[in-house]
């Protein structure tokens, strides 16, 4: 019986993966984002139907984008990246990965 795989290969598969992603808006803010669509949700905010934020700072352009194992993993890892410092997400995108411990915050409370 075939089941479609040989070895370890998986089958292809059709699924959207989820993503973690990074936008550069026009204004040269960074916004990032999660989704189980990559390519239709940044059609989405290039047509000024994504998020307010970068509805309103048009054009955008992808500049980063990781895949996840779950939807869940790539909405923590969006929410731990919006709370770094551009200086970590640049390090990030350029992809100097030993530069981000030395560029992480300190973790005071924030105001609120």
């Known amino acids: ?7 370890n290969v998986r089958p ?4 959207p993966m989820p993503f973690t992603y990074m936008l550069e808006c026009a204004d040269g803010s960074l916004y990032v984002g999660s989704t ?9 905010h290039s047509c000024g139907e ?7 700072r048009l054009p955008v352009r992808l500049v980063w984008s990781h895949e996840q194992a779950s939807i869940r993993e790539a909405f923590f890892l969006e929410k731990q990246i919006q709370d770094w ?6 390090a ?10 030395a560029l992480a915050r300190s973790r005071t409370p924030r105001r609120t």
């Open 1 to 7: 019986m075939d089941n479609g795989t040989q070895g």
């Open 12 to 15: 292809c598969s059709l699924d």
């Open 36 to 44: 189980f669509d990559l390519e239709r949700r940044l059609m989405q």
């Open 50 to 56: 994504g998020a307010a934020y970068t509805r309103n």
């Open 85 to 90: 410092s551009r200086a970590k997400r640049l």
């Open 92 to 101: 990030l995108i350029e992809g100097r990965y030993d530069d981000l411990p």
